[in-house]
């Protein structure tokens, strides 16, 4: 089993930058590919961004491409979503899951962490 803790919320100006952190512990943090996701209330559960075990390859959404990077460190169990130029549309959870498979959808991830919020004020 692998535990999955997200910091790094807060409230931001529409325009401004976060930086979300995702520290994993239990399992061998290099074997999983890693993601994220966002929820807003009474919205879908919805795909982010993600990264391979290596770091080498990541995805994104096309909603967020260009604004946010998604990274990872194996020697620190630990995965990065840097988040620039935020949207007031963007105000969700932001949750952190990994795999042991590939995916970019929710259903593709076995361990979800408890969520961070991200508030965005315009």
């Known amino acids: 089993q692998v535990q999955l803790v997200e910091s790094g919320g807060g409230r931001v100006q529409a325009g401004g930058s976060l930086r979300l952190s995702c520290a994993a512990s239990?399992?061998?943090?290099?074997?999983?590919?890693m993601g994220w996701f966002r929820q807003a209330p009474g919205k879908e559960r919805e795909f982010v961004a993600s990264i391979t075990r290596s770091g080498v390859n990541t995805y994104y959404a096309d909603s967020v491409k260009g604004r946010f990077t998604i990274s990872r460190d194996n020697a620190k169990n630990t995965v990065y979503l840097q988040m620039n130029s935020l949207k007031s549309d963007e105000a969700a959870a932001y949750y952190c899951a990994a795999t042991q498979g590939f995916g970019v959808r929710a259903d593709d991830y076995n361990y979800w962490g408890q969520g961070t919020q991200v508030t965005v004020s315009s």
């Open positions: 239990g399992g061998t943090f290099s074997t999983f590919m």
